[in-house]
């Protein structure tokens, strides 16, 4: 695919200066805020629609219905601002969880481990997308393709096609339901944690550098000396492991392992990604902003819910959201042009 | 005296079909220049790829400082102290200018990127190499085309470096930027540093190279002191043959003197262009010259609908026509030959037919829209064989072409859809000497035709050379005309630099 580079023709006026930086900045939030902007009129609109929407107990529960998604669309943030895809995430997602049933009912392990286990399996999935993207050469595309329907595959079999159910084991809704934080599920206090913890990635080390600078121009990233087969590894890898801990908590919220769930949880992600302004064509993108897709994503569903607006609408209400955030995007883009 | 600094011996590389490597050897030594030059596709950039770490050679060794090397790959070479400025940008728009040269050796405390020091650090190697154009904190991708050419040069000396190699640095560059790089390559002369450095610019090598040395079909001709050799010599050596350089053309033929295919009245744009107004009659080539960021392109990409206008009108053969993409112009016979060939040109994971059929598609399709692929190879033949453009067959994939002959590739697919109006934008940047006497043949040719061209060109004697008329622009609007006879490069220079009014 040929990467988008902005050079465009136009020549600028001798001596001009170029405008100071901050103006790219701002542009680069201006996605950022009119996503902002959607979440808040949403907000009030329902509020003033609805007089349940703005209790505590809805609130929490839009972030509780956030949590999964959110987590899985942090990862994949990553994978998305490097010009790939990650289309495994969903039913990836069911794998851990399954795993994690398995290690905690079947097998009877302590609870950490069943955690670890969940989240290391993510962490194994994203490591062979990532070799098969690095040195296979695959397309993204069809690498995770292939991988989400590896892993439907093992979480029916490794399940049996049953669900797993955790309520002999202690303390593992918890890690959902419970509440370090009174009044927070635990869920929502991980949902943040990991979206702090993808911020700093992506934007405070050396991995969320490359990322953006693979998703730039690959090309010129390799000949400048970095190792941008290993980097992608790495990066598919971060982005199972945010897969695995979507798992756990799934599978904590659910208080079991369902093997048939997972297909179009990745869509719902790659639609928070979207909305939230990262761009499918690479070196764009924030957490912040996928953190806010994924709000806007919930909250349109859990409002249109409570105005009893039928499932079938949400679906199409959801569509039509996406259409305009990819539509202001690319306006905003053909401005800049 | 010691061991030069860089020694290559029996250098030899292929690629599937070509042979571009063969057999070549040269060597540099401490705080000289030397030059590199031969025609698109004589193999320059794939030896300096192979220095840099990014190519494998087949045969040969590497000496550096005496000492053979097994150069592994760029990381490596830049280790080693060989640093190059690609050709092509090499760039990675979305990051900033410091992100961008600092890549790969990014400062940091404690795991997390030291932001403030990256940029503190790329302030103080821009103080030292004179650069105050942009910001380290300026994103690449609001930077013009020339500016992040000085990203890619302040990138390569921000290296601790023994030898650099430029690869063609100044095709994008004005003359202003051009005197800064030259200073630059003073100073790294001075300490030490051996430079290679490749140009199709003829008049640059007698500004600066020390030797010269001249590569041909993959093969090493020769390498002469540049005190003792004349540009015409070396153009021999080169080209391997006689060419005749300073032909004018043949003055338009009267008849058509009224016969206006193109005119722009009152045109403006937000940005840039301010009332501007002009002729182009059937026949003619009209020179546009100007300094860089005059508004050339801007007003190529103003007519044919690529960018907005804010006032003006457009008459193809005298009737008003509102063009506002770049659709309608390819349909009312207008095309539009960009600047930036690789982004915008240039399909590069496609072979050579495809890109030059790509604008003429329609034509060899049948009535159901299968495509007949007979008549669009012939043309493609023809094209490539008239252009000298170097290619295994008409089935290799662009990418793998030479930087010069991309160009000539996207020049023969204007030429294949055979527009009645041609806008040209420095159609020979990047072609070496040769080629440009054949693409300025060509020019001649499709205007003995009856087709009109419009020429925007930085280089002063092509403008000169080929123009009927000139149209002078400086700060967005025509500051003055001059027709062949009148136009003299002071006069041109004098127009170039009018602010305005
Ligand atoms: N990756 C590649 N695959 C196949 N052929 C290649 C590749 N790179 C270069 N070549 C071929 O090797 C030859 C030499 O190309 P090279 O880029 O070194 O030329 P050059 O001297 O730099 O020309 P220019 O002046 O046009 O930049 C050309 O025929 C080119 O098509
Ligand atoms: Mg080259």
């Not at chain 1, 990467?3 to 939030?29: I, Q, W």
């Not at chain 1, 892993?151 to 029916?156: F, H, K, P, R, W």
């Not at chain 1, 700093?200 to 190792?227: D, M, Q």
């Not at chain 2, 770049?326 to 600047?339: F, M, R």
């Amino acid at each position: 695919m040929s990467k988008t580079t902005t050079t465009t023709a136009a020549e600028k006026p001798v001596g001009e200066v170029t405008g100071p930086s901050r103006g790219s900045f701002l542009r680069d939030r201006l996605q950022q805020s009119l996503a902002f902007g959607t979440l808040i009129v949403l907000l009030i609109f329902f509020s003033l629609a609805s007089s349940n929407f703005l209790s505590w107990s809805n609130i929490s529960g839009i972030l509780l219905a956030t949590a999964v998604i959110g987590i899985l669309a942090f990862g994949t943030t990553l994978v998305i601002v490097t010009a790939g895809i990650d289309l495994s995430i969903g039913t990836g997602m069911t794998l851990c969880a399954v795993v994690t049933g398995v290690l905690l009912v079947n097998w009877e392990l302590p609870l950490l481990v069943g955690v670890l286990g969940g989240i290391a399996t993510g962490a194994l999935m994203g490591f062979i997308n990532g070799f098969n993207v690095s040195v296979f050469k695959l397309p993204p595309f069809i690498a995770t393709l292939a991988m989400m329907m590896i892993a439907q595959g093992l979480a029916l079999v490794v399940s049996g096609v049953r669900p797993i159910y955790f309520s002999g084991v202690d303390g593992f809704k918890e890690i959902a339901l419970g509440a370090i934080i009174p009044g927070l599920p635990n869920a929502v206090l991980i949902l943040f944690l990991t979206g702090i913890a993808a911020f700093l990635l992506l934007s405070k080390t050396l991995l969320g550098r490359y990322t953006f600078a693979i998703g730039s121009n690959e090309e010129a990233t390799k000949i400048s000396g970095v190792n941008t087969g290993k980097w992608k590894i790495l990066i598919y890898t971060v982005a199972g492991i945010f897969t695995g801990i979507a798992g756990v908590v799934i599978a904590a919220r659910l208080d079991s392992a369902q093997p048939q769930l997972g297909v179009g949880y990745e869509l719902q992600a790659i639609a928070a990604v979207i909305i939230g302004g990262t761009s499918l064509m690479g070196g764009r993108g924030s957490i912040l902003g996928t953190l806010i897709g994924a709000l806007i994503m919930s909250v349109l569903i859990n409002g249109l819910r409570i105005m009893s607006v039928q499932t079938e609408w949400q679906n199409v209400v959801v569509g039509v959201v996406i259409l305009v955030a990819v539509f202001t995007d690319s306006l905003r883009r053909r401005r800049e042009a | 005296m010691n061991a030069p600094l860089l020694k290559v011996e029996g250098v030899s590389k292929s690629f599937p079909g070509v042979k571009a490597l063969d057999d070549v050897h040269f060597d540099v030594s401490r705080g000289e220049v030397l030059a590199l030059v031969g025609e698109n596709g004589a193999g320059k950039s794939s030896l300096m790829k192979i220095l840099s770490g990014i190519y494998v050679k087949d045969a040969g060794t590497i000496y550096l400082e005496g000492e053979p090397v097994e150069i592994t790959g760029p990381r490596h070479a830049q280790d080693l102290g060989i640093i190059i400025v690609h050709q092509e940008m090499n760039l990675m728009p979305h990051l900033t200018v410091a992100q961008n040269i600092f890549i790969g050796r990014e400062p940091r405390v404690l795991g997390f990127l030291d932001e403030r020091r990256l940029n503190r650090d790329t302030a103080v190697l821009l103080a030292r190499l004179g650069i105050s154009e942009f910001r380290p904190t300026d994103l690449v991708e609001n930077l013009t085309v020339a500016k992040q050419q000085m990203v890619e040069i302040a990138k390569a000396l921000s290296f601790d470096a023994k030898v650099v190699i430029m690869d063609e640095p100044t095709s994008a560059l004005t003359q202003t930027e051009t005197d800064t790089l030259f200073r630059l390559i003073s100073e790294l002369k001075a300490s030490g540093i051996g430079i290679i450095y490749i140009s199709h610019r003829m008049e640059e090598l007698s500004r600066i190279a020390d030797r010269i040395t001249v590569l041909r079909d993959g093969k090493y001709i020769g390498t002469r002191e540049r005190t003792a050799v004349t540009q015409h010599e070396i153009i021999k050596m080169m080209v391997g043959r006689e060419i005749n350089e300073n032909a004018r053309p043949a003055t338009m033929r009267a008849d058509n003197v009224d016969d206006v295919v193109l005119r722009v009245e009152g045109l403006s744009t937000k940005k840039l262009l301010r009332d501007v107004s002009f002729e182009l009659r059937r026949g003619e080539i009209l020179g546009f010259s100007g300094l860089m960021g005059a508004g050339r392109t801007e007003l190529a990409r103003a007519i044919i609908g690529a960018d907005r206008t804010t006032a003006g009108k457009i008459f193809v053969n005298g009737v008003e026509t509102t063009i506002s993409q770049p659709a309608h112009a390819v349909a009312k016979g207008i095309g539009y030959l960009s600047e930036d060939r690789k982004q915008l040109g240039l399909l590069l994971d496609r072979d050579v037919n495809t890109n030059i059929l790509l604008s003429s598609l329609g034509r060899y399709a049948n009535f159901l829209g299968f495509m007949k692929t007979g008549p669009g190879k012939g043309t493609s033949r023809k094209y490539v064989e008239s252009l000298r453009i170097k290619t295994p067959s008409i089935f290799a994939t662009t990418k793998n072409l030479s930087g010069g002959n991309q160009q000539k590739v996207v020049i023969a697919k204007w030429l294949a859809r055979d527009c009645d109006i041609l806008i040209f934008d420095e159609p020979t940047r990047g072609i070496d000497v040769g080629a440009k006497e054949e693409i300025y043949r060509l020019l001649n040719e499709l205007v003995e035709r009856g087709k009109s061209i419009i020429m925007i060109s930085s280089e002063l004697p092509e403008v000169l050379r080929l123009s009927h008329r000139i149209i002078v622009m400086a700060n967005g609007r025509i500051t003055g005309e001059l027709t062949s006879n009148e136009a003299e490069q002071e006069k041109i220079m004098d127009y170039a630099t009018r602010i305005s009014q």
